[in-house]
């Protein structure tokens, strides 16, 4: 199940960083002014609980509008900003359009929705970032309940005090916590128990290979149960099958993410999804 870890972790863009391709130079250049140019947005993509069908929230995805090469997806260009530095500004901005998108659709009435920001490591470790997500918060006025944070589970366990001080201190302002891309950083969860997790996202990997792989089913079986009797909210991510869904009811995971419900969206087509729910469970109320 961890065969293909390579593909969503910086290992590989590690390796091809240190060969430094012309094109990852010129690629890193522009990103350079990236920020300066407006180039990034926001894709969101929604989280659904699995009995309801509610959409319970949404994860803030980035994309780069790069003038020539068009939309460049985060596993290109994320490994170059965090080789870089750059991801400290770029994650900031991130932060902000997210908590600002939110606080919209909250003032719109799409209440109860999070928005999910993901943080990936040089992000979390830098010293200003508490107060950074405190200002970001004033400023915009989104209450905090309403901004999720997405670390790694590879991120999480790379220094566990650490990350037991900041998470903390994000507890303390209401913050939602999750564990990203949970099974891929070959930590246990009890290792992981301490920390002030409320959600557990289930990597894709696993969803991929669940009905080609009985063992795989086990495995998932065992960290919902796990996961849940340490009190934790458990996430399916990349759910594409409806055999696959079937499964994730069966063992009771609560909320999913994947294509087979939505892809990310731009915040227009997000918006617009929204609204079409609140008008179809108000005229249910009817
Ligand atoms: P992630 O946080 O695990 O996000 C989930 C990824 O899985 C997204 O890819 C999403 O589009 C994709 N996905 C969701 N459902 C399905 C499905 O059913 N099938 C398939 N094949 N894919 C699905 P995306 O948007 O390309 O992002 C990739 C990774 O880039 C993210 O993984 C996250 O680690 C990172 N990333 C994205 N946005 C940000 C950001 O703002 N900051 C940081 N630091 N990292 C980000
Ligand atoms: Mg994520
Ligand atoms: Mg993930
Ligand atoms: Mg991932």
């Known amino acids: 199940y961890a065969k293909d870890k390579g593909r969503n972790n910086y290992q590989f863009y590690q390796t091809s960083l240190s060969t430094r ?15 300066d140019r407006k180039e990034f947005l926001l894709y969101y993509q929604p989280k659904v609980n699995i009995l309801t069908g509610e959409i319970t929230g949404m994860e803030a995805l980035l994309r780069w509008h790069h003038p020539e090469m068009g939309i460049v997806a985060p596993n290109i260009f994320i490994p170059l900003a965090e080789a870089s530095g750059l991801i400290v500004p770029i994650g900031e901005w991130v932060l902000r359009e997210a908590c600002k998108q939110n606080k919209t659709w909250q003032d719109a009435g799409f209440s109860l929705m999070t ?7 040089k992000q979390f470790h830098q010293p200003q970032l508490v107060e950074t997500v405190a200002e970001i918060l ?3 006025g989104l209450a905090p309940e309403y901004l999720e944070i997405e670390i790694t589970e590879t991120t999480a366990i790379e220094n566990l005090d650490f990350t037991t001080n900041i998470l903390k201190q994000f507890e303390q302002m209401g913050l939602p916590l999750a564990i990203d891309d949970f ?3 070959y930590s246990s969860l009890s290792r992981l128990q301490t920390l002030p997790f409320h959600n557990l996202k ?10 080609a792989d009985d063992k795989v089913a086990h495995i998932i079986t065992a960290i919902v149960n796990l996961g849940r009797s340490l009190g934790l909210r458990l996430i399916a991510e990349g759910v594409e099958k409806s055999e696959e869904l079937d499964f994730l009811k069966l063992i009771q995971c609560d909320d999913v993410q994947g294509y087979l419900f939505y892809k990310p969206l731009s915040s ?14 108000n005229s249910q109320d009817l």
């Open 138 to 140: 004033k400023t915009t």
């Open 268 to 281: 227009q087509q997000a918006t617009e999804i929204i609204r079409e729910r609140i008008k179809k469970s």
């Open 202 to 211: 289930i990597d894709r990997s696993f969803i991929k290979e669940l009905t």
């Open 183 to 185: 099974g891929t950083g």
């Open 115 to 121: 928005v999910a920001v993901n943080l990936s490591p």
């Open 21 to 35: 391709t012309p094109e990852l130079l010129s690629l890193e250049k522009s990103l350079r002014h990236a920020l």
